[in-house]
């Protein structure tokens, strides 16, 4: 598999030819969009992950948006991902998880004392796993309700960026027309992927998602996260090389 490298940017330092790119690339992978709509979207936003391959042509990037909010008389700060998009040909690194990760650390130094969460959206399975995979505490999730608290944040953070495209009964936002769709076979799902009890529990709340409906999600950012995603990768490697060798590792509960 061909490597990425990868780097974080301010959104109003990115070149028009980076924003060319970046639209060719999505509009590749997504259907019922527009430059327009895209690039208006782009502007809203703070930073951006770019990833390169070998000749530093963009084959992926996320955008990002700083939030902070207010429920009861607590301030929470929050990372908003919109539009992410990565070739599939470099489908399964990490560098994507790795730049974004230290960008949440960063952000949540600036405020130590602070909550801080990752706010995202998702329309296909990929971008729900990247979450559910990677953060102790992430909601909606399968294993439990979500509690009375998390729920608040995660309402007022979408209520503050959709207003009334979310529906805090559902979780969902619904837009009258599609802003954006996966295209057919992008992030398909069968019957053995369903055997996942993330993927289905993504697929039973998030019946619409082949038409652009999205689920709203919060994960938690905690001091001890960077810790517990090296101990994540660390545990891939082995377990590759294991089995690379001829033994089987046992299995982890997460």
Known sequence: ???????I?????????ERDEMY??????????SRARFDEDLERKDHVILLYDHER??????TMKHLVIRCGNKRHRGLFSGDTVVAEAFWGQRVLGKLFLRHLFLEKAKHPLEPYWWML??????TYLLMANNFAEHYPRYETP???AAQEILDVFASELFGPAYCRQTGLIEFEH??????PGVAHIDAEMLENPRIRFFVEHNRGWQRGTELACIARM?????????????????????????????????
Not at 178 to 183: D, E, H, M, R, V
Request: overall charge positive; hydrophobic content about 30%.
């Open 1 to 7: 598999m061909p490597k990425m490298s990868g780097t």
């Open 9 to 17: 940017v301010a959104q109003r330092e990115l070149r028009d030819s």
């Open 24 to 33: 060719a690339l999505f509009s590749h992978y997504y259907d019922q969009t």
């Open 57 to 62: 042509r963009i084959q992926g990037f996320s």
């Open 121 to 126: 959206i998702s329309k296909g399975y990929k």
């Open 146 to 148: 979500t509690p009375g």
């Open 178 to 183: 599609s802003l954006g769709q996966l295209k």
């Open 222 to 254: 905690t001091w001890s996260m960077p810790m517990y995603y090296a101990a994540k990768a660390a545990w891939k490697y082995w377990g590759r090389g294991q089995q690379q060798s001829g033994a089987q590792p046992s299995r982890v509960g997460r």
